[in-house]
């Protein structure tokens, strides 16, 4: 999704009765550019609310063109994003630019495998940072896993060490 502008943006998912159920983006950073894995609730076709002041493009991708988290390259963006990584057993290095003064710094990891629905994915809370300057090393287990890289209101940088 990209959205032009410093104004606030929210996207959210709405459930079978129309009401918002999963946050999808929700960020002031100006000139928003995010990507975010998304399914449709269950049994119903995928429905988003977007609340958005400026002007916005959303573009649906499938989940394999999503960017690859790699050992010993370093992967860098800004936003949120979410990521794919189908590694061995490592520790994740994550640096976090706040550009909007004091923001939260959060990623989820799912263990895909063997499993057909993100929801049905175990879940882990991987990084919950808050501040300026987040500096955050994390384990992360045997790949393959969707790691859905939230609330980041500024510029990143990630990076693997094999354990």
């Known amino acids: 999704m990209t959205h032009e502008g410093d104004d606030y943006l929210c996207v959210e998912r709405l459930n079978k009765a129309n009401k918002d159920d999963q946050l999808v983006f929700n960020s002031t950073l100006k000139d ?26 959303l573009t649906f991708r499938p989940l394999v063109d999503a960017r690859r988290l790699e050992s010993g390259r370093e992967l860098s963006g800004r936003g949120p994003e979410a990521l794919l990584y189908t590694g061995p057993v490592a520790d994740l290095k994550v640096r976090l630019r706040d550009e909007t003064g004091g923001s939260l710094c959060c990623m989820y990891g799912y263990e895909v495998a063997g499993h057909t629905t993100i929801a049905a994915a175990p879940e882990s809370l ?3 940072e808050a501040g300026r300057g987040a500096r955050v090393s994390t384990p992360l287990p045997e790949g393959p896993l969707l790691l859905r890289f939230i609330d980041a209101e500024g510029s990143w940088r990630m990076k693997l060490r094999t354990v």
Not at 32 to 57: C, D, K, Y
């Open 126 to 128: 991987l990084v919950n």
């Open 32 to 57: 928003f550019r995010g990507r975010a894995a998304v399914e449709p609730a269950e049994g119903r076709p995928l429905r988003l609310r977007i609340q958005a002041s400026n002007r916005w493009t």
